[in-house]
């Protein structure tokens, strides 16, 4: 009884470690560039576990700004003919989301200003700011300067500390096919209003790569051959 119990126990350990080399194995092939059928569009698996969708090369003139990738993050093997991806910005703070605010009190003490600094002039969004956690008191303008009244939109002039949300929301409107974030949040922040009436907030590396950047949680992509993959709904031979 010892004796098969001994026997069921190394054989069990010999098939985990088969099953295991042959992972690794199919993470080596794996690894590599591979290019969507009729596009210059490639995605990339390095064996440090990480990939790269890298943008198409543009053919036509004018020849526009382009990012060179849309997206990148940590890639893993789930299953013998599966791989998952997961983009950066679910696992670390991406550098388009710093943001300064410079405080200063000046003009009207009635109202209260604010100016919004990107790096470019693109920016295709709508600006939203909450007050308070009263979405009937919020603005959403896609103005990067404007005067608000302080007893429209905050407390009273006793209560000098205003809680402020700032977001932007992705204007798509008009476009077909969007595979970037919606919604990008940047700060809530507690604001002595009556101290500080004049808010000039920059987001030094929001640009259009941050923009447009393609987020992925837990995207699966199907391994159809040795050098083929199936992703959204597209083939992509290496």
């Known amino acids: 009884m010892r004796k098969f119990l001994f026997i069921s126990i190394v054989a069990f350990q010999l098939i985990g470690c088969i ?50 990738y849309a997206s990148k993050g940590k890639w893993s093997v ?15 703070k991406q550098k388009g989301f710093e943001y300064e605010i410079k405080k200063q009190n000046k003009f009207s003490q009635d109202s209260l200003y604010i100016q919004v ?23 959403i303008t896609d103005k990067a300067y404007m005067v608000l009244p302080k007893s429209k939109h905050l407390w009273n002039r006793r209560t000098a500390a205003n809680q402020i949300g700032f977001s932007l929301n992705a204007d798509v409107s008009g476009t077909e096919l969007y595979n970037g974030r919606i919604l990008f949040k940047i700060f809530e922040e507690s604001i002595d209003t009556e101290k500080y009436n004049y ?6 590396n929001f640009d259009r790569c941050f923009f447009e950047f393609e987020p992925y949680y837990q995207e699966l992509i199907y391994i159809k051959g040795r050098n083929q993959l199936l992703w959204r709904g597209e083939i992509w031979k290496k």
């Open 19 to 68: 099953s295991t080399k042959g992972q690794k194995l199919k993470v080596q092939n794996t690894t590599g560039v591979y290019q969507r059928q009729k596009s210059s569009e490639k995605l990339e698996f390095k064996s440090d576990g990480t990939y790269t969708l890298w943008n198409a090369e543009i053919s036509f003139t004018p020849v526009i700004e382009q990012c060179d």
């Open 117 to 139: 600094i990107f790096p470019t002039d693109f920016h295709s969004v709508k600006l939203d700011f909450t007050f308070n956690h009263d979405n009937s008191k919020s603005v």
């Open 199 to 204: 808010l000039t907030i920059t987001l030094p």
């Open 78 to 92: 789930i299953a013998y003919n599966v791989l998952e991806i997961t983009s950066e910005d679910y696992y670390t």
